[in-house]
């Protein structure tokens, strides 16, 4: 496994976490969940693609196919 692939699924991780957040506080009838919504499952979903984009930014293969 190359240092990009585990740089993106570290960054798929973390988004598929912050997935789980949201989902579980939509379902969850509670006045917490949205502050749960917005202080847990959005962070995690916006430092996965922030991650994402810098493991694609910073890599230093290049396919010319």
């Known amino acids: 496994m190359t240092l990009l692939e585990r740089r993106i699924r ?3 991780i973390l988004i598929v976490l912050g997935v789980a957040t949201l ?5 969850w009838r509670h006045p917490l ?6 202080g847990v ?3 995690l979903i916006l430092v996965g693609i922030l991650l994402y984009l810098h493991a694609l930014a910073s890599s230093r293969t290049i396919d010319e196919s």
């Open 41 to 43: 499952g959005s962070p």
């Open 33 to 38: 969940s949205f502050m749960a919504f917005l």
């Open 10 to 12: 570290r960054a798929a």
């Open 23 to 27: 989902l579980v506080t939509l379902l």
